[in-house]
């Protein structure tokens, strides 16, 4: 069985000992704005969340905890599971300004890749972004992601329109 792990940092399900976390992280209006969230998140809610099968095929979705060896520091999403085309979107946060900058998001997305390839069989995975968050496109383009396309002014946020910068990473076996 594969490892979702590098020297830095291990991939884990999410457990009900995470919904303080997610809590926090989730109803932070900060986060909102890559997340296109548009309400908070309720304890409940989250913990029905974090209690359900974690099944990638069932739901079309699946998170995973980033975590260092002391705590958990971040999430990685994938969302519109596609197994028909075999293609996956891809949502990461690293939540601390003290965790940024040290190489968790893109050992995060390379053992994601790695497992999009070797466990889920994909072709592509893709992420979407504001044109105006540099920090997320330049990570992507370290992981090998290329600019595909941009929808012109299609994000909507804190009063003006943005295009939708689209990054997709070809899987190759």
Not at 89 to 116: C, P
Not at 129 to 148: A, P, R, T, V, W
Request: aromatic share 10%; net charge negative; proline share 3%.
């Amino acid at each position: 069985m594969m490892e979702l792990k590098s020297d830095k940092i291990h991939l884990r399900a999410i457990e009900p000992m995470d919904v303080d976390l997610l809590f926090i992280w989730e109803n932070d209006p900060q986060n909102w704005r890559v997340s296109e969230t548009k309400a908070p998140f309720s304890r409940h809610l989250l913990m029905e969340f974090a209690k359900s099968p974690q099944d990638i095929h069932m739901y079309r979705q699946v998170r995973f905890m980033i975590c260092t060896k002391e705590e958990a520091i971040g999430t990685i999403d994938l969302f519109d599971y596609d197994p028909v085309n075999r293609s996956v979107g891809v949502g990461i946060l690293i939540q601390s300004d003290a965790n940024k900058g040290k190489g968790y998001a893109t050992d995060a997305l390379d053992i994601i890749a790695d497992y999009g390839k070797e466990v889920l069989n994909l072709k592509n995975i893709f992420a979407s972004m504001h044109e105006s968050n540099e920090i997320s496109q330049k990570l992507f383009e370290k992981c090998g992601y290329d600019l595909i396309g941009k929808k012109k002014k299609n994000l909507f946020s804190q009063g003006n329109w943005e295009d939708e910068w689209i990054y997709q990473l070809i899987l190759e076996k």
